[in-house]
């Protein structure tokens, strides 16, 4: 079992920067690959970006490339999404999530923090 906390969120202005993280509780956080979700309201969940359980590979969504960086820190059980030149449109709620493999499909992850509001204004 792995619970995850999601901090960091807020309200920013357009072009600044925020950095959210993620804690994990347990021994095992080492062994899940990450995942960083985003849900705009009225709309359906998507991916932001991924890392493996080493943090040797990461993946991201086209929209956040150049902008998001996602990283890990296995010592601190935590993953952090740096976010930079945030835009209107990456207002969300972000979700970090826990699974096996590093993917966009969210069905694969086992485990889901409750999300921390991202607030990006014109």
């Known amino acids: 079992q792995v619970q995850l906390a999601e901090s960091g969120g807020g309200l920013v202005q357009a072009g600044g920067s925020l950095r959210l993280s993620c804690a994990a509780s347990?021994?095992?956080?080492?062994?899940?690959?990450m995942g960083w979700f985003r849900q705009a309201t009225g709309k359906e969940r998507e991916f932001v970006a991924a890392?493996?359980?080493?943090?040797?590979?990461?993946s991201y969504t086209d929209s956040v490339k150049g902008r998001f960086t996602i990283s890990r820190d296995n010592a601190k059980n935590t993953v952090y999404l740096q976010m930079n030149s945030l835009k209107p449109e990456d207002t969300a709620v972000y979700y970090c999530?826990?699974?096996?493999?590093?993917?966009?499909?969210?069905?694969?992850?086992?485990?889901w923090g409750q999300g921390t509001q991202v607030t990006v204004s014109a």
């Open positions: 347990g021994r095992t956080f080492s062994r899940y690959s």
């Open positions: 999530a826990a699974g096996s493999i590093a993917t966009l499909r969210e069905g694969v992850y086992d485990y």
């Open positions: 890392i493996t359980s080493s943090g040797g590979s990461t």
